[in-house]
């Protein structure tokens, strides 16, 4: 790994320019996707994002400051934006907890070859979870499923019969498992995954750190201790929406990057955007441009490992044409 990549999240950066484009400061909710910007030079695979059709109903988690998310968010208009950003295949990821959404965004990758892969959701609670991995794992799209434990009350779920049960099941499919958790969630996390040391995981979103408060400890701490399961991967994503929503110094995500590529190497880390939730704070294009900046002290071949090679390994995808 290159120089610099601390764990203790101490390292700072000055101004700096990945590629061709100078990475600042955007920010604010439902900020203008730029236009006519220099391309970036390294293409990406974003390794999560959402999709979806507006309603309130099924959409509730949506919250009062989160307005600029409640509209539809469709493969067109994220088409185009990736090709603003320099990024050239996607993984969709769930966003409601419903069979129904994972037929869905099958259906939408089937009809749209940028879409590399889905992590769906299955319900780990039903007599049918069985019937529906052996139906839903025939389509190649799908790659991996994920729980929402960040979302339940009890912090001790990730370790629970049901739930793991229901991640030993999608192993059986040839899934990997996504990891959705805040910083309280590690240990338990941790605990989960030695019960299933032949299941491959991915932590989403660097497991959430407060990036706006500048919390390290225990996030850091409980993090390298679960990176150091070699089955276990992590996303570098949705930390802009940890942070300040109207404006956060690219210099302030630096200590939380170097966490993560300090822990878990290039070889298990991969960037992605979480659009639309990261259009609450920055754009696309500025959200994979902070990805860019990010990665930038790393070498050539390790930040094309974390932009793209690690999310087409770890996922089993297919490189975009």
């Not at 294009?285 to 990805?291: E, K, Q, S, V």
Request: hydrophobic share 45%; aromatic share 6%; charged share 20%.
């Amino acid at each position: 790994m290159s120089k610099g990549l601390a764990t203790d999240g101490t390292a700072t950066v000055g101004t700096a320019t990945v590629g061709t484009a100078t990475v600042g400061t955007t920010a604010g909710p439902g900020a203008t996707e730029r236009s006519g910007a220099t391309q970036p030079v390294a293409p990406v695979i974003d390794a999560h994002q959402h999709l979806w059709h507006y309603n309130e109903v099924e959409y509730d988690w949506m919250s009062g400051e989160q307005e600029v998310l409640k509209r539809d968010h469709l493969p067109a208009e994220l088409e185009r934006l990736m090709a603003g950003a320099g990024v050239t295949g996607t993984v969709a990821v769930q966003a409601r907890r419903t069979v129904a959404e994972t037929e869905w965004l099958l259906s939408v990758a089937a009809r749209h070859p940028f879409i590399l892969g889905v992590v769906g959701w299955v319900d780990f609670t039903s007599p049918r979870l069985e019937a529906d991995l052996e139906r839903l794992a025939t389509d190649a799209a799908l790659v991996g499923v994920r729980e929402l434990i960040h979302d339940m009350p009890d912090l001790g779920y990730a370790t629970s019969n049901v739930h793991v049960a229901g991640v030993r099941a999608a192993a059986r499919h040839g899934l990997a498992y996504d990891l959705l958790l805040k910083p309280q969630h590690l240990p338990a996390a941790t605990a989960l995954v030695d019960l299933l040391p032949d299941q491959r995981f991915v932590v989403d979103h660097c497991a959430k750190p407060d990036v706006a408060a500048g919390g390290v400890q225990p996030w850091a701490r409980d993090l390298a201790e679960l990176a150091r399961r070699d089955n276990v991967w992590c996303k570098l994503s949705g930390l802009v929406t940890e942070a300040d929503w109207e404006g956060q110094a690219d210099v302030d995500f630096v200590p939380y990057a170097d966490v993560v590529l300090g822990a878990f190497g290039p070889d298990r880390v991969m960037v992605g955007s979480d659009w639309p939730v990261c259009t609450c704070a920055r754009d696309y294009r500025g959200t994979m441009d902070l990805a860019r900046l990010l990665v930038s002290r790393l070498s050539a071949e390790e930040q094309a490992r974390v932009l793209a090679g690690t999310c087409l390994e770890f996922y089993g995808l297919r490189p975009p044409a």
